[in-house]
C-alpha cells in the first residue's frame, strides 16, 4: 500500500530551469497526472543511454503503443504499465533529476514526470 500522497515527481533534467532541481509529491490514485518516462537496465532495446546518467541506467520517453509513443499526463499506475510494457520500470526521483532520461524525445526535459521513488517527508 502506497499512500496518496507519497510519490515524488521529478523534472526530466537537472537543468530545467522550469522545475529548478524541485520534487513535488503527487497522487498515485488517479486524481494527478504526469509525463511519463522510463528507465531499464542497460543495452534494454528501445532505450538510450545518457553517460552523465550515474546510476547507469538508460532512459527512454517515447515509450507508449505506435500513434501515442509520447505519454503525456497519465495517471500513475498508466505511467507504470507503459514502462513495464516497454521493458523497463519508473524512473526514480534521482534518475531524473541526474539526467538519466535527458534527451531521450517527447520534449519532457523540462516538464514533470512521474517517479518511482517514495516520498520520505523531507
Not at 495517471?75 to 514502462?83: F, L, S
Request: a negative charge; charged letters at 20%.
Amino acid at each position: 500500500f502506497i499512500p496518496d500522497w507519497l510519490i515524488v515527481t521529478g523534472c526530466g533534467t537537472k537543468t530545467a530551469k522550469q522545475c529548478d532541481g524541485l520534487q513535488r509529491k503527487a497522487d498515485p490514485g488517479g486524481f494527478h497526472f504526469r509525463h511519463v518516462r522510463c528507465c531499464a537496465d542497460p543495452g534494454t532495446p528501445g532505450f538510450m543511454e545518457n553517460p552523465a546518467c550515474p546510476t547507469g541506467a538508460w532512459g527512454a520517453s517515447e515509450v507508449g503503443p505506435v500513434g501515442e509513443e509520447c505519454l503525456y499526463l497519465k495517471t500513475y499506475d498508466e505511467a507504470v504499465a507503459a514502462c513495464v510494457d516497454a521493458g523497463g520500470r519508473l524512473c526514480t526521483a534521482d534518475e531524473l533529476l541526474n539526467d538519466c532520461t535527458a534527451g531521450t524525445g517527447c520534449g519532457l526535459d523540462g516538464k514533470v514526470n512521474w517517479s518511482a521513488t517514495i516520498y520520505d517527508g523531507k
